[in-house]
C-alpha cells in the first residue's frame, strides 16, 4: 500500500477509535492509540499522533486532552448526540408497538454506536423490549417507504388491507382487492404508525393502519384530494379522532371534575378553552370525532366526566354505558 493512501488511512482509524473508546472518564493515551493503530497494521510514532489529533480538530472534531501522568489523555468531548439524547431515542424505539422485536434490536444496536463503548453499556442496562407488545408485521419500514415513493412522486399508491382473525390469520378486506389512495402524511397516533390519505372513491380523507398494509406500490395515476389536504390541520386532526377510529366530526361540550384539568389538556390540547362550572368542575368544548373509542375515552373517568351537549351525542353515550352496564348484568 502506498504511503499516501496509508496515511489517509490510519487517520480515519485514529478517528475511528477515538469515537468508540473515549469520553470524559475514558480518556485514551498517546501510547494507548498507537498500540490499536499497530494492532491495524498502521506503525506510528507520537509526533505523527499529534498531527492527526490536529488535522481532526481543524476538521471539527471537539478533542480535549487531560494532562495527567496517570490517567491522562485525549478523548471526544462532544458528539452529534450526547447520552441523554440517545436514552431518548433508545426509550422511543423500545416503547413503540409498531416496531417489531427483531427492528427493535436491531436499531438499539445502531443506536449505540453513536456513543462511546462505555456509554452504549450505559443505554444497554435501560433495554426492556422482551414482553413488549410489538406489531406482527415485519414489512412495516418497506411499507413506510413505498408510502413515501408515491408522496415523493406525486402518485396514488395501491395497497391490500387486512385485520387479524381470532387464529392470528390475516384476513383481507374488500375479498382482497387492492385499496387505491393519495397518500399525503403518516402520523403516529397511540403508538401505530398510521397513513393520512384521500380516497377520491368517497371523496374524503381517510386513515390507514401501516401494518396492516401489504403490497404497496405507487402508481402512474396523479394524486387528487389537494384541496381537502390543504385545509387538513395534522396536529388538530390527530387530536380530533380518538385511537384512529372513524366517526363524525362534532363539536362536544364535556364537563369534569377539576383535578382531570391535567389529563384533558393532554388529549385536547392547551388551547382548549376551561370554563369553570361550580367550585369542583369546570366543562370545555372541542371538534373531536364521534366514536367507541371516544366514549371509552370519557368513560375512563367513570362519573367524574360527562357528556353534556350535544343531546344527541349525550344519547349515544348514555347507550354505550348501558350496553356495557348489560354485559356485565348476572344472568
Not at 406482527?136 to 408510502?147: F, G, P, R
Not at 393520512?196 to 396523479?222: L, Q
Not at 366530526?249 to 389538556?265: M, S
Given at each position: 500500500m502506498?504511503?499516501?493512501?496509508n496515511q489517509?488511512?490510519?487517520l480515519?482509524y485514529?478517528?475511528d477509535f477515538?469515537l468508540h473508546?473515549t469520553?470524559a472518564?475514558h480518556?485514551?493515551?498517546?501510547?494507548?492509540i498507537i498500540?490499536?493503530?499497530?494492532?491495524?497494521?498502521?506503525?506510528a510514532e507520537?509526533?505523527?499522533?499529534?498531527?492527526?489529533?490536529?488535522?481532526?480538530?481543524l476538521?471539527?472534531?471537539?478533542i480535549?486532552l487531560?494532562?495527567?501522568k496517570r490517567?491522562?489523555g485525549?478523548?471526544?468531548?462532544?458528539r452529534?448526540f450526547?447520552?441523554?439524547?440517545?436514552k431518548l431515542?433508545?426509550?422511543?424505539?423500545?416503547s413503540?408497538?409498531f416496531i417489531?422485536?427483531?427492528k427493535t434490536?436491531?436499531l438499539?444496536r445502531k443506536?449505540?454506536?453513536?456513543?462511546s463503548?462505555?456509554?452504549?453499556?450505559?443505554l444497554q442496562?435501560?433495554?426492556?423490549?422482551?414482553?413488549?407488545?410489538?406489531?406482527?408485521?415485519e414489512?412495516i419500514?418497506?411499507?413506510?417507504?413505498?408510502?413515501?415513493t408515491g408522496?415523493?412522486?406525486?402518485?396514488?399508491?395501491?395497497?391490500?388491507?387486512?385485520?387479524?382473525?381470532?387464529?392470528?390469520e390475516?384476513?383481507y378486506?374488500?375479498d382482497g382487492d387492492?385499496?387505491k389512495?393519495?397518500p399525503?402524511?403518516?402520523?403516529?397516533?397511540d403508538?401505530n404508525?398510521?397513513?393520512?390519505?384521500f380516497?377520491?372513491?368517497?371523496?374524503?380523507?381517510?386513515h390507514y393502519?401501516?401494518?396492516k398494509?401489504t403490497?404497496?406500490s405507487?402508481?402512474?395515476?396523479?394524486?387528487?384530494?389537494?384541496?381537502a389536504?390543504?385545509?387538513?390541520?395534522m396536529?388538530v386532526?390527530?387530536?380530533?379522532?380518538?385511537?384512529?377510529?372513524s366517526?363524525?366530526?362534532?363539536?362536544v361540550?364535556l364537563?369534569?371534575?377539576?383535578?382531570?384539568?391535567?389529563?384533558?389538556?393532554?388529549r385536547?390540547?392547551?388551547?382548549?378553552?376551561?370554563?369553570?362550572d361550580g367550585?369542583?368542575?369546570?366543562?370545555?368544548?372541542?371538534?373531536?370525532v364521534?366514536?367507541?373509542?371516544f366514549f371509552?375515552?370519557v368513560s375512563?373517568?367513570a362519573?367524574?366526566?360527562?357528556?353534556v351537549a350535544?343531546e344527541?351525542?349525550a344519547?349515544?353515550?348514555?347507550?354505550h354505558?348501558r350496553?356495557v352496564?348489560?354485559?356485565?348484568q348476572?344472568?
Amino acid at each position: 500500500m502506498a504511503r499516501t493512501s496509508n496515511q489517509k488511512l490510519k487517520l480515519l482509524y485514529v478517528m475511528d477509535f477515538l469515537l468508540h473508546n473515549t469520553d470524559a472518564d475514558h480518556p485514551a493515551s498517546t501510547g494507548k492509540i498507537i498500540e490499536y493503530l499497530e494492532g491495524q497494521g498502521f506503525p506510528a510514532e507520537r509526533k505523527s499522533i499529534y498531527d492527526d489529533i490536529e488535522a481532526l480538530r481543524l476538521f471539527g472534531m471537539d478533542i480535549e486532552l487531560i494532562d495527567s501522568k496517570r490517567s491522562g489523555g485525549y478523548y471526544v468531548a462532544s458528539r452529534n448526540f450526547e447520552l441523554p439524547e440517545l436514552k431518548l431515542l433508545v426509550d422511543s424505539v423500545q416503547s413503540s408497538k409498531f416496531i417489531t422485536h427483531q427492528k427493535t434490536t436491531s436499531l438499539i444496536r445502531k443506536i449505540e454506536k453513536l456513543a462511546s463503548a462505555y456509554e452504549a453499556q450505559l443505554l444497554q442496562r435501560q433495554v426492556y423490549v422482551a414482553n413488549r407488545v410489538k406489531t406482527m408485521n415485519e414489512s412495516i419500514y418497506y411499507n413506510v417507504d413505498a408510502i413515501h415513493t408515491g408522496i415523493s412522486r406525486n402518485r396514488k399508491i395501491r395497497f391490500k388491507y387486512f385485520e387479524y382473525t381470532v387464529t392470528k390469520e390475516r384476513k383481507y378486506r374488500k375479498d382482497g382487492d387492492y385499496y387505491k389512495v393519495s397518500p399525503f402524511a403518516l402520523t403516529w397516533d397511540d403508538e401505530n404508525y398510521y397513513l393520512v390519505a384521500f380516497d377520491s372513491d368517497a371523496g374524503i380523507i381517510k386513515h390507514y393502519r401501516v401494518d396492516k398494509m401489504t403490497n404497496i406500490s405507487a402508481t402512474e395515476e396523479p394524486r387528487d384530494g389537494m384541496e381537502a389536504y390543504k385545509e387538513l390541520d395534522m396536529a388538530v386532526y390527530a387530536r380530533k379522532v380518538f385511537g384512529m377510529f372513524s366517526g363524525e366530526e362534532q363539536t362536544v361540550r364535556l364537563r369534569f371534575a377539576n383535578h382531570l384539568v391535567g389529563a384533558v389538556l393532554d388529549r385536547l390540547g392547551q388551547d382548549v378553552m376551561i370554563v369553570p362550572d361550580g367550585d369542583e368542575h369546570f366543562t370545555v368544548s372541542a371538534q373531536v370525532v364521534v366514536s367507541p373509542q371516544f366514549f371509552a375515552w370519557v368513560s375512563g373517568f367513570a362519573d367524574e366526566a360527562k357528556v353534556v351537549a350535544p343531546e344527541h351525542v349525550a344519547a349515544q353515550m348514555r347507550e354505550h354505558a348501558r350496553k356495557v352496564y348489560e354485559l356485565y348484568q348476572q344472568e
